[in-house]
């Protein structure tokens, strides 16, 4: 089994409710995990992971990992929001990973609402992470084709096409195929089928 795995996907592709989910099943089972989260992700508390749909864990929140050392009994660790650590950071999972002999399972977003992907996210491809796709809807109304995209709306609901990678919370955002991505964002027509 490989050591370090990114599961990646939209928003609203339970991410979240994976990782609560696999820790309690770890726990059922008597593996020894830990659970941390960029100190950046304040949304449901500073020490805690909420999925949209009502489970929770506990979890340790770090601005980094410069002084982050694993637990020696830990067997898995398990990272949400990975998106949100550095380059670095990932680095250091790596090492936790292969000189450590730990899995690590990171949960997180591929590309901002711009296309363009997170330095962490891309640092977990370039590492060789195996990668993990988990799927969602388009959540256009009525459009079943698989959610690839997000969109960024402002107050008044118009398309944001530039500005910061990192805007926390998700009342702005939509996750959207690829055809209503480019019809939204570029203006742009491409034929549903």
């Known amino acids: 089994m490989a050591n370090l795995h990114f599961h990646y996907g939209v928003m609203s592709s339970s991410k979240s409710a ?11 089972n008597g593996i020894a995990t830990e659970i941390i989260k960029p100190a950046l992700d304040t949304r449901f ?3 805690k992971i909420t999925s949209r749909i009502g489970l929770s864990v506990d979890a340790l929140a770090l601005p980094n990992l410069d002084n982050y050392i694993i637990r020696p009994e830990t067997q898995v660790l398990l990272v ?11 680095d250091k999972m790596v090492n936790i990973a292969d000189v450590q002999g730990k899995i690590v399972m990171c949960y997180g977003l591929m590309v901002d609402s711009n296309e ?18 988990l799927k969602s809807n388009c959540q ?10 997000h ?16 805007a ?7 996750s959207v195929c690829r055809g209503h991505f480019n019809e939204m964002y570029r203006n742009i027509r491409t034929p549903q089928k």
């Open 18 to 28: 994976a990782l609560i989910i696999n820790a309690y099943n770890y726990k059922q």
């Open 140 to 149: 256009i109304p009525g459009c079943l084709h698989m959610a690839t995209h």
């Open 45 to 47: 508390g500073a020490q």
């Open 116 to 133: 363009q992907m997170f330095p962490a996210s891309k640092r977990l491809v370039e590492v060789g992470a195996k990668l993990h796709l």
């Open 80 to 90: 949400d929001e990975v998106q949100f650590f550095s380059e670095s950071d990932i």
């Open 151 to 166: 969109l960024r709306f402002d107050s008044n609901g118009n398309v944001i096409r530039a500005g910061d990678q990192i």
């Open 168 to 174: 926390l919370g998700d009342s702005n955002y939509k």
